[in-house]
């Protein structure tokens, strides 16, 4: 396979990824403490989250009060942030390496998040958010 033809698979998978993304009820932020040690995934419905409040929510510091839905203990537990996307029917090990080559390819250029969130770390669905 080109080069140029993986590129096209890859940029077409990531254009089905973004339009799903953008028509799902819910979005998943990975937030960390200060020292980067700890996570907690916030798990939002879109419908009560302000336009002009997501670009806060992407780089700044807020508090949550919200409800616990999980607790991920142990660095062999884990969280697919993908798991609502097309992506829930590969396997954890696929999604890996899918995510990984993307996150490495010098013809994509693209910033991949963390798709996989390893214990220790906590899930919340909000009840309120404070900037």
């Known amino acids: 396979m080109k080069a140029k033809d993986l590129v096209e698979q890859l940029s077409a998978l990531v254009d089905m990824f973004r339009e799903e993304a953008d028509a799902r009820p819910i979005i998943d932020f990975l937030l960390y403490d200060e020292s980067r040690t700890f996570r907690a995934i916030l798990t939002v419905s879109k419908k009560y989250l302000l336009a002009e409040g997501a670009p806060l929510m992407l780089d700044g510091e807020f508090t949550v009060l919200g409800k616990l839905t999980a607790v ?60």
């Open 72 to 131: 991920l203990r142990d660095p062999d537990q884990e969280m697919q942030l993908l798991r609502g996307s097309i992506f829930r029917y590969l396997t954890p090990s696929a999604t890996k390496a899918a995510s990984d080559y993307m996150r490495k390819s010098r013809f994509l250029n693209l910033k991949m998040p963390e798709l996989v969130v390893r214990g220790p770390a906590l899930q919340l669905l909000p009840l309120s958010i404070y900037s």
